[in-house]
Protein backbone atom coordinates (compact mmCIF):
# COMPACT_ATOMS: atom_id res chain seq x y z
CA UNK A 1 0.00 0.00 0.00
CA UNK A 2 2.81 2.52 0.79
CA UNK A 3 4.40 1.33 -2.21
CA UNK A 4 1.52 3.07 -4.38
CA UNK A 5 1.68 6.61 -2.37
CA UNK A 6 5.37 6.62 -3.26
CA UNK A 7 4.85 6.20 -7.23
CA UNK A 8 3.20 9.50 -7.99
CA UNK A 9 5.79 11.50 -5.95
CA UNK A 10 8.69 9.29 -7.88
CA UNK A 11 7.32 9.71 -10.96
CA UNK A 12 7.31 13.15 -10.07
CA UNK A 13 10.91 13.64 -9.71
CA UNK A 14 11.85 11.32 -12.39
CA UNK A 15 10.43 13.82 -15.12
CA UNK A 16 11.56 16.90 -13.15
CA UNK A 17 15.45 15.61 -13.47
CA UNK A 18 14.96 14.49 -17.14
CA UNK A 19 14.10 17.88 -17.83
CA UNK A 20 16.10 19.26 -20.14
CA UNK A 21 16.15 23.87 -21.61
CA UNK A 22 13.34 23.84 -24.00
CA UNK A 23 15.01 26.56 -27.04
CA UNK A 24 13.05 28.87 -29.15
CA UNK A 25 14.78 30.92 -31.16
CA UNK A 26 14.41 33.71 -33.90
CA UNK A 27 16.28 35.60 -36.32
CA UNK A 28 16.33 38.34 -39.32
CA UNK A 29 17.02 36.33 -41.80
CA UNK A 30 18.28 38.92 -44.04
CA UNK A 31 21.37 39.10 -42.34
CA UNK A 32 24.58 38.43 -43.10
CA UNK A 33 26.00 36.83 -39.64
CA UNK A 34 29.70 35.90 -41.50
CA UNK A 35 30.46 39.71 -41.26
CA UNK A 36 30.03 39.56 -37.69
CA UNK A 37 34.00 39.02 -35.91
CA UNK A 38 33.39 40.78 -32.32
CA UNK A 39 31.09 41.18 -29.33
CA UNK A 40 30.76 42.62 -26.32
CA UNK A 41 27.76 42.42 -23.19
CA UNK A 42 25.34 45.56 -23.32
CA UNK A 43 26.00 47.51 -20.00
CA UNK A 44 23.12 48.65 -19.12
CA UNK A 45 21.09 45.65 -19.71
CA UNK A 46 23.03 43.23 -17.88
CA UNK A 47 23.23 45.83 -14.70
CA UNK A 48 19.26 45.79 -15.30
CA UNK A 49 18.74 42.10 -14.81
CA UNK A 50 16.76 40.70 -11.78
CA UNK A 51 19.38 37.62 -10.47
CA UNK A 52 22.25 37.57 -8.15
CA UNK A 53 25.70 38.49 -9.17
CA UNK A 54 27.41 35.67 -8.95
CA UNK A 55 24.72 33.97 -11.35
CA UNK A 56 24.89 36.72 -13.63
CA UNK A 57 28.85 35.98 -13.81
CA UNK A 58 28.13 32.64 -14.69
CA UNK A 59 25.91 33.51 -17.60
CA UNK A 60 28.09 36.33 -18.70
CA UNK A 61 31.12 33.41 -18.71
CA UNK A 62 29.16 30.72 -20.33
CA UNK A 63 27.82 33.02 -22.97
CA UNK A 64 31.50 34.05 -23.43
CA UNK A 65 32.70 30.41 -23.85
CA UNK A 66 30.18 29.38 -26.04
CA UNK A 67 31.01 32.42 -28.26
CA UNK A 68 34.58 32.23 -27.76
CA UNK A 69 34.14 28.28 -29.28
CA UNK A 70 32.29 29.37 -32.21
CA UNK A 71 35.31 32.04 -33.46
CA UNK A 72 33.57 35.71 -32.20
CA UNK A 73 36.01 37.35 -30.13
CA UNK A 74 35.73 39.71 -27.17
CA UNK A 75 36.09 43.30 -27.95
CA UNK A 76 36.02 46.89 -26.81
CA UNK A 77 34.77 47.83 -30.38
CA UNK A 78 32.16 45.31 -31.05
CA UNK A 79 30.33 44.13 -33.93
CA UNK A 80 27.32 42.70 -32.17
CA UNK A 81 25.92 43.59 -28.58
CA UNK A 82 24.76 41.16 -26.61
CA UNK A 83 22.01 41.80 -24.33
CA UNK A 84 20.20 39.57 -21.61
CA UNK A 85 16.89 39.15 -19.82
CA UNK A 86 16.10 36.41 -16.81
CA UNK A 87 12.14 35.44 -15.82
CA UNK A 88 11.36 33.19 -13.47
CA UNK A 89 8.09 30.69 -12.60
CA UNK A 90 7.00 28.64 -9.41
CA UNK A 91 5.68 25.52 -11.01
CA UNK A 92 3.42 24.27 -8.51
CA UNK A 93 2.46 20.04 -9.07
CA UNK A 94 -0.34 18.56 -7.62
CA UNK A 95 -0.35 14.69 -7.59
CA UNK A 96 -3.32 12.49 -6.77
CA UNK A 97 -3.60 8.76 -6.30
CA UNK A 98 -6.97 6.70 -5.45
CA UNK A 99 -6.20 3.46 -3.83
CA UNK A 100 -10.27 3.68 -3.43
CA UNK A 101 -13.12 0.86 -2.96
CA UNK A 102 -14.75 -0.77 -5.93
CA UNK A 103 -14.04 -4.35 -8.14
CA UNK A 104 -10.96 -5.89 -8.29
CA UNK A 105 -8.86 -7.07 -11.12
CA UNK A 106 -8.48 -10.86 -9.29
CA UNK A 107 -12.06 -10.84 -8.23
CA UNK A 108 -14.25 -9.04 -10.71
CA UNK A 109 -17.82 -9.98 -8.65
CA UNK A 110 -17.05 -8.10 -5.85
CA UNK A 111 -14.79 -6.21 -2.73
CA UNK A 112 -11.07 -6.09 -3.47
CA UNK A 113 -9.20 -5.80 0.24
CA UNK A 114 -6.04 -5.14 -1.89
CA UNK A 115 -8.32 -2.07 -3.58
CA UNK A 116 -9.23 -0.57 -0.64
CA UNK A 117 -7.83 2.89 1.27
CA UNK A 118 -7.92 6.84 0.92
CA UNK A 119 -6.99 8.89 -1.71
CA UNK A 120 -3.48 10.66 -1.41
CA UNK A 121 -2.34 13.73 -2.69
CA UNK A 122 1.22 15.15 -2.97
CA UNK A 123 2.03 18.76 -3.60
CA UNK A 124 6.02 20.44 -4.78
CA UNK A 125 7.16 23.40 -5.98
CA UNK A 126 9.24 23.85 -8.22
CA UNK A 127 11.53 26.89 -10.52
CA UNK A 128 10.99 27.31 -14.20
CA UNK A 129 13.39 30.06 -15.58
CA UNK A 130 13.69 31.44 -18.55
CA UNK A 131 17.04 33.40 -20.11
CA UNK A 132 16.47 35.81 -22.94
CA UNK A 133 19.77 36.27 -24.95
CA UNK A 134 19.57 39.12 -27.78
CA UNK A 135 22.51 39.61 -30.37
CA UNK A 136 22.05 43.35 -31.63
CA UNK A 137 24.41 44.96 -34.37
CA UNK A 138 26.35 47.55 -32.63
CA UNK A 139 26.25 50.49 -35.14
CA UNK A 140 22.30 50.69 -35.15
CA UNK A 141 20.86 48.83 -32.14
CA UNK A 142 19.01 46.44 -34.22
CA UNK A 143 17.94 42.87 -32.93
CA UNK A 144 19.00 40.68 -35.07
CA UNK A 145 18.58 37.32 -33.02
CA UNK A 146 17.03 36.08 -30.28
CA UNK A 147 17.25 33.17 -28.27
CA UNK A 148 14.84 31.78 -25.40
CA UNK A 149 15.81 28.83 -23.23
CA UNK A 150 13.39 27.36 -20.52
CA UNK A 151 14.08 24.68 -18.11
CA UNK A 152 13.76 23.60 -14.69
CA UNK A 153 16.51 25.69 -12.09
CA UNK A 154 18.29 24.21 -9.24
CA UNK A 155 19.35 25.87 -5.86
CA UNK A 156 22.49 23.08 -5.44
CA UNK A 157 25.23 25.59 -5.57
CA UNK A 158 27.37 22.38 -7.03
CA UNK A 159 24.85 22.15 -10.18
CA UNK A 160 24.37 25.65 -10.69
CA UNK A 161 27.54 26.20 -13.04
CA UNK A 162 26.23 23.20 -15.03
CA UNK A 163 23.16 24.22 -15.44
CA UNK A 164 23.87 27.36 -16.32
CA UNK A 165 26.37 26.30 -19.06
CA UNK A 166 23.78 23.63 -20.32
CA UNK A 167 20.97 26.74 -20.64
CA UNK A 168 23.33 29.37 -22.44
CA UNK A 169 24.82 26.16 -25.08
CA UNK A 170 21.61 25.25 -25.83
CA UNK A 171 19.94 29.03 -26.26
CA UNK A 172 23.60 29.56 -28.62
CA UNK A 173 23.24 26.24 -30.29
CA UNK A 174 21.63 27.50 -33.25
CA UNK A 175 23.39 31.19 -33.25
CA UNK A 176 25.37 31.34 -37.00
CA UNK A 177 29.42 30.88 -36.58
Not at 10 to 23: I, K, P, R
Not at 70 to 94: H, R
Not at 98 to 117: D, E, L, S, T, V
Request: net charge positive.
Amino acid sequence: MKLFKLIPLLLLFVVASCSSVHVATDYDNTVNFSQFKTYAFMKDGVDKINISDLDKKRILKAIDEELTAKGYTKSENPDLLINLFTDAKQIVNVNTFYGGWGYGMYRPWGWNPWMMGPGYQSVSTSTQGILYIDVLKANNKELIWQGKGTGYLTQNQKKKDERIKEFVAKVLETFPK
